[in-house]
């Protein structure tokens, strides 16, 4: 491994340090998200360009390091966190006289774009969720810079004696590009790789591609690039280096992927497949694949959304009745909410935490017993998952679910 890797996952959202030098004119500002800068004898190509709030801080760490004109800009993919500070690049091209940079995407990119400005409300909300964001603040763009090019497969540029090779694969998404520049013997990956298993079943998002993330990570690492500049975290050099870390992360996608295509052939449905699936210790011991913002359980969700309908396999869940219809039924059998309270702190008691939030929400999910006192329990829950979990996506829902709870009880 490389000296890079001994900085771990820790290293994902480092908003620390400016621009940092790897020779041969490439660098990486290491923000929220990374924004790699390649610069030529003919000018600068930006891929990656950062949350809405990081356009003037990229163009001072910039302009610290070269006086050139940015030639190109390229969305590595249109989420929030890689195509939002491109304002503040445009504007410096102006003052100093140079061309408007050109920018590049993949062709899905402007529909994305698209649906995020028709859906922005919907996207405040479940981001200001994942995210923990605070109300007041922003939690999503609202500055949209469509791009001025786009490609379907690859397409490719040269700069300054430079080739630039972009390609496209879905993977976190389906407007996901990297770019290869052969000369330099560097790959750009974008959030094809980052310090974490890949957020592909993120809990909030569209459709995401497993077993596609892995062809493009293979395809990478058969290139042997001597760097690579991922979406997050600290850099990876040595050809060696890059390759372990590009195959090891295909390797655990596929292994998944191979599970749940495995297990629906066999008849198997989604809760069996969720309860059964093998994270090998090869994979949870890997520091590429710690499950501190994606995580396994995610990917299999994932894969069951893109291969299998939403029918569960028992029928009397095909037109199922509310759950607090159902609740008050249980309520009825277990001789009230009284009985399901005491049930509900014998196994929160016993560390079973889990399975006593079931057992709560039948008391919530009916509107009968002690309310506040239920809400008080699923919050003291909720929190106890919250300190045991390392997925930042999880815990931060769990956490919202306490921050929700507590505004039902007049304490936010
Ligand atoms: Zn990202």
Known sequence: MGGDTSLGSQALFSGEGGMQSFGNGLYMLQLFANICMIETGEGVVLFDLGLPIDGPRIVQEMRAVTELPVCYMIY??????????????????????????????????????????????????????????????????????????????????????????????????????????????????????????????????????????????????????????PGHGAAISGASEVEEACRTVARALRSLDDQVVEMLNAGKWQEEILHSFAWPEEFAASPYLAPIYGHPCFVVQALLRQYHGWYDGNPSHLFPAGSGEIAEQVLQLAGGPGKVMEKARKLADAGKTQMALHVVDFVLDAGEGPHAEALELKASLLEDLAAKESSLIARNIFLGGVRQINKELGKE
């Open 76 to 229: 590595g993919h249109g989420h929030a966190d890689h195509a939002f500070g491109t304002r503040a690049v445009l504007e410096d091209a102006e003052e100093r006289g140079h061309p408007r940079p050109v920018i590049l995407a993949h062709e899905n990119l402007p529909g994305r774009f698209d649906r995020y400005q028709r859906m922005l409300p919907y996207h405040e909300h479940i981001n200001r969720i994942q995210f923990a964001i605070p109300e007041g603040i922003p939690a999503f763009p609202w500055d949209y810079i469509y791009p001025d090019e786009v490609f379907r497969e690859e397409m490719s540029f040269t700069l300054g004696g430079t080739t630039f090779v972009l390609k496209h694969a879905r993977g976190e998404t389906d407007d996901h590009v990297w770019m290869w520049i052969p000369e330099r013997k560097t790959v750009c990956a974008s959030d094809f790789w980052v310090w974490s298993c890949p957020n592909v079943g993120n809990p909030f998002k569209v459709q995401r591609y497993a077993l596609e993330w892995a062809q493009a990570l293979e395809e990478m690492a058969a290139l042997s690039p001597e760097l690579m500049l």
